[in-house]
């Protein structure tokens, strides 16, 4: 089992950059892919971005290709989430979360509180 914890959101202007923390416990964290989610204001879920467990496959949504990376620690058992050139529509809740099924598109078990992420224009 693992759990998980993000920080790093915040306010940033149109065109800004913030970078998301997920901290994950357990001994395990190696045998995760693990994925970006967020929520926008009013609408369902939706995936961002995920990262095999050895990092070296990493998938993104199309709408945040080419602005966001994902990238992980396995030393530090963290994920990172690098989103350059933000717009008023990446606002969202952001959660990470933990897939143990091997693929990044299968269902993920475990999930953080998430934390927000407002561009404004």
């Known amino acids: 089992q693992v759990q998980l914890v993000e920080s790093g959101g915040g306010l940033v202007q149109a065109g800004g950059s913030l970078r998301l923390s997920c901290a994950a416990s357990?001994?395990?964290?190696?045998?995760?892919?693990m994925g970006w989610f967020r929520q926008p204001p009013g609408k369902e879920r939706e995936f961002v971005a995920a990262?095999?467990?050895?990092?070296?496959?990493?998938y993104y949504a199309d709408s945040v290709k080419g602005r966001f990376t994902i990238s992980r620690d396995n030393a530090k058992n963290t994920v990172y989430l690098q989103m350059n050139s933000l717009k008023p529509e990446d606002t969202a809740v952001y959660y990470c979360?933990?897939?143990?099924?091997?693929?990044?598109?299968?269902?993920?078990?475990?999930w953080g509180q998430g934390t927000q992420v407002t561009a404004s224009s």
């Open positions: 990262i095999t467990w050895s990092g070296g496959s990493t």
């Open positions: 357990g001994r395990t964290f190696t045998s995760y892919v």
């Open positions: 979360a933990a897939n143990s099924r091997g693929a990044w598109y299968e269902e993920y078990s475990y």
